[in-house]
């Protein structure tokens, strides 16, 4: 229930955050309403249902609509509203925080030079003073990873960082059902990028309606969404294709970043304001009808071209009878085993880390994008629980409880568990034993 309603409500605010970047761009709301289906609905997203941080990116939309209306008033409210927004993103998603950020500094420079407000001192205090609000609201947030990285060395390497970096077949890679057809021609592909035929179509027919017909800040702004989708492209490619390399120097920020590729987000939502844009120039000699009908037409289609199916959804597992005995005690860290260590993979205690939310204890169990040294060395110990060396690490870690599942991968078959806990009784108290689990409390001396 908690994924499903976060998984909506991201949908929506990314809908409603294209949408009002659209409407404010283009004062059109017909012409809104289909590019902000396409961001919010596109391939990128669906792709990654199950990261529900990568789900929350309606504030990419957002920040950009909060810098084009600092770039027109420079005000101290408006560089406020910047810098909030774009600590709000950053709280939500790191990555897109970074992106945000990004694209909000090239759109500082870029209209900064077209509209030549490098001359005015009031624009760069704005800018900063936008900067500085978003560094404060995220900095307590952020020392945390300032410290692991000062403690332990943590950085993303540039090797990583070209593991998930995209190729050309990322992005003719598409989970929509229109697009289906397509895969069997790739054969392989290391992500999902392709933003959708109509889009892409659409700002096609929109920058050539931006350079016939357009007006000079409508220009403007389609050759900023442009260049933006070209450096997200340029930049998904990883530290092969320079770009990306570039700015790991240079920003130290980027050493958090592992995945280049996730900078494909900004092209469906540049792809989409040079759709509205083409919208609102070709339906600029039209009726408020026809416009409206245009609109509709192409919302349609777009739903259409997008539409996901099937969704495989699978029904959340009952709580065990041992997790919510779990539940009653008193609070205390917990051990799940089987613990897998590096050579089973460690992605295996992810099941733990949401099966604790029966019961809302610590585990010892985890998962992340980083594993501490120690959880890696002590890996091999737990596993072999019960013994000496184990009983000895989880007096340290204060373990209260040891929860042995017998019907997961790598599970001992209860006979075999019995012989090995036999030796080991008085330390262990049973809070239950049954076919599928047995709980126990540790007995200190």
Known sequence: ???????????????????????????????????????????????????????????????????????????????????????????????????????????????????GLWRERAYWVTCAGAATVAVLLVLPFFLPYIELQRDTGFARSLDEARTYSADWRAYFASSAWAHRWMLPLLESWREVLFPGFLVTIGAAVGAWALTTRGTRPQREIGAYYALLATLAVWLSFGPQAGLYTVLYEALPVMSLIRAPARAAVLIPLSLAMLTALGLTVLGSGWNRQRRQVVGAAAAILVTAELVELPIQWYPAPDASQAYRLLAQLPDGPVLELPFYDAED?????????????????????????????????????????????????????????????????????????????????????????????????????
Request: charge should be neutral; include cysteine; aromatic fraction near 12%.
């Open 1 to 115: 229930m908690a994924h499903n309603s976060v998984l909506l409500i991201a949908f929506m605010l990314s809908f409603l955050g294209m949408y009002a970047l659209a409407r404010s761009l283009t004062g059109s709301p017909a012409a809104s309403i289909a590019p902000a289906i396409a961001f919010a609905c596109c391939p990128y997203i669906f792709a990654r249902v199950p990261h529900i941080s990568l789900q929350l990116m309606g504030g990419l939309p957002l920040s950009l609509l909060a810098l084009h209306r600092l770039v027109d008033q420079r005000t101290a409210g408006r560089a406020v509203t910047l810098g909030v927004v774009l600590a709000t993103q950053a709280l939500a998603t790191g990555y897109y925080g970074i992106f945000a950020g990004l694209s909000v500094g090239l759109g500082v420079l870029f209209f900064g030079i077209t509209r």
């Open 345 to 445: 993979g460690f992605e295996w205690h992810t099941g733990y880390l949401l099966a604790s939310t029966r019961h809302w204890k610590p585990i010892v169990n985890g998962y992340g994008d980083f594993f501490p040294t120690q959880f890696v060395a002590d890996a091999p110990v737990l596993a072999g629980f019960p013994s000496p060396e184990s009983f000895a690490r989880i007096e340290q870690m204060d373990v209260r409880y040891v929860l042995v599942h017998f019907d997961l991968r790598g599970s001992p078959d209860r006979t075999g568990w019995a012989a090995r806990v036999a030796p080991y009784r008085s330390s262990l108290d049973p809070v239950y034993e049954g076919t599928d689990a047995a709980l126990y409390e540790i007995v200190r001396p």
